[in-house]
DNA sequence: GTGGTCTAGACCACC
DNA sequence: GTGGTCTAGACCACA
């Protein structure tokens, strides 16, 4: 099951971290589709976001055609995202952690390693 | 030189854009004490932002101490940001680039590469 | 000018409404890409829904493609809808308002136009 | 017979939908007074919807005065709507379908055929 | 109890 | 002054 965390107060609307959460957990495959996404209610409980904010999150996801609302049941994922197979991302993480452990005992914060995963995805200089 | 990328329609503001740039540039040694940022007029010719939104940026990279504006000549790197020096950062990247590679052949794409470092830096299942 | 008509108590969603009737505007040329949309405020004024429910309609167009936000000035009709162009409509306006008034002169209220309208169109008993 | 479709997630209720088939019935004749609705089970089978959705539309009907129910006999049409008789529906029926050729044959689409209706009917610019 | 609609109002981002 | 975000809460449609 996924839960969500929200921070408030980043200037990082609330229902768009939510909606990244959704398909951060689809690429990664802990939401598969048919699974159902905890309801309104949960999400507020938890994350203590409004009802109308993760209502907003999981609209603009259904109109990206990711998941189906069903009244009276519940949000479930439809779409897949990334066609990465659990084969073939379970060592990709581990080597990633490897380098990550390196990367943090040279002393650099995960604010540094996000910057460095950019310049590098970005190709260099850009 | 730093140059701003401002996405819009993104939903993410664009003021928290230009600083979070700037603050990356700062990390990767792209931006050091002293060095003078784009003035307004050429972020806006660059980035089609308004130029309060661009002032704006400045101003809370100057609150939060890393830049100096001063009257008549720019605004200037002040303080420091990541403790990474170039001889610390540079192998580092290498690694992160080989990893990239590897992660791309895998048919990984950007988004799932930033899943999976955000997973890996929360520490796991999270 | 389009100028919204929003029948409360209906049961038919306002946003829908609001929707419904810019997309009626533009098929009928009364909107055409470039022109702006009434502002949140005056449709406010103007028909008495609540400022989100417009905004959520807005929204919605723009997610079909039919509108854009421009923050500051206000939204713009992008898109098109139904090809038809004035020297095509206007005769068939014509036509039909001639159908209209006998249909009316024997004695068929608006409702049962609107029936056998959907009768004609979705070809017979269906 | 008549036969119910709805249409889930166009926004419009589907008690709604089903209320104003029933109406549209009465209105062309397809039902008399003294004809039997489609059991609620029936509805349920065709349409997809639960039966309590069912159920509220033709209570809502009862007591608009346009149908009633007899226990274990079925819903029965009481009431008249729309003052048509037959030998007044047909010629307009097909005066409205050759309108209806003409339009289709210059392109316009079904949307654009309500559009239009609406716009006459509200009796021009409105 | 599920998602959805609407409201009223505060506050923000941008021009 | 433009659109946009978020909240709090009432109420509705549906299963």
Redesign the interface.
Known sequence: MV?F?VDRGS???AY?QLGQQV??AM??GWLQPGDRLPTVRDVVATSGVNANTVLKAYRELE?AGLVEARQ?SGTFVKGT????APE??DP??E???K??A??RS????????????????SGGAQ
């Open positions: 839960e965390h200037g990082f609307p768009l398909r951060e690429r990664l109109l009276g995202l990334g066609s990465a073939v991302l990709l993480r080597g990633l952690a380098w990550v390196e990367a040279a002393g650099l914060e995960d604010e540094d390693i996000y910057a460095l995963l950019r310049e590098v995805l």
